[in-house]
């Protein structure tokens, strides 16, 4: 499989996309559990993998200054996946894996507002500013997504959709990977392409 890495360096934020065909998965990732966790929430609200047992859980890392995140929400189809999985009975997490020495991190009362802002509809906002969350899940790009199945094992891994953009008209032309994920996952079948390359900008894990 052949992959192009691209840096990008946007209003002072460095981003890889990393680039490539999204069918065929390398790895069986449905082989893998789910490495467990335990974060607050940007309530305050301490939250686990354990208490979703037996649901389908979506992780999305996410950020405030990222241009290629900034382009889902700006079209609409972030929030518009994220409510029509939850209708469905999945578990939503928005992830940010911000350390407090980057310029960008925010404060739980300000990362809430923030989601808020920009009418996320996650079931909760974690706020791993510890990155111990990421680095167990090998997140490198906001947004990296995860989807674990109900049997707390990892279903998908990689890209949010097809295309990797900072243009918000072009999202809706892109396959959303993550919504045919859990297409399969909802009709009781393996995800056919469980695992594909993610793009964006990089986590702003410790210095």
């Known amino acids: 499989m052949k992959r192009r890495e691209i840096l990008l360096t946007m209003s002072g934020i460095l981003a890889t996309v990393s680039l490539t065909r999204v069918t065929g998965a390398a ?3 449905q082989e893998k559990a789910a490495p467990p966790f335990a974060v607050e929430d940007a309530t305050g609200k301490r939250r686990t993998l354990e ?8 992780l999305e890392w996410t950020s ?28 939503w997490l928005s992830v940010l894996s911000t350390h407090p020495a980057r310029g960008d991190y925010l404060a739980p009362e300000k990362a809430l507002a923030f989601n808020q802002g920009r009418k996320a509809q996650p079931t909760a906002l ?3 500013s510890t990155g ?15 989807v674990i199945n ?16 900072v243009d ?7 396959r959303n990977l993550v919504r045919a994920a859990l297409d399969d996952l ?10 594909t390359t993610p793009y964006g900008c990089l986590v702003g894990y410790s210095p």
Not at 51 to 58: D, Q, S, Y
Not at 189 to 195: C, Y
């Open 168 to 174: 918000e008209s072009v999202v809706p032309k892109s």
């Open 186 to 195: 909802l009709a009781g079948k393996e995800v056919g392409n469980p695992r």
């Open 126 to 128: 974690l706020m791993d």
């Open 51 to 58: 208490e979703f047992k037996g649901k389908i859980v979506v």
């Open 64 to 91: 405030p200054s990222c241009p290629f995140v900034r382009a889902q929400y700006a079209s609409g189809k972030m929030q518009e996946l994220q409510g029509w999985a939850k209708e469905r009975g999945v578990v």
């Open 150 to 165: 109900s049997a707390g094992r990892l279903a998908y891994a990689g890209a949010i959709d097809s295309q990797p953009t």
């Open 27 to 29: 790895t069986a990732t």
């Open 132 to 146: 111990q969350m990421g680095q167990a899940y090998g997140a490198r790009n906001t947004p990296h997504m995860f």
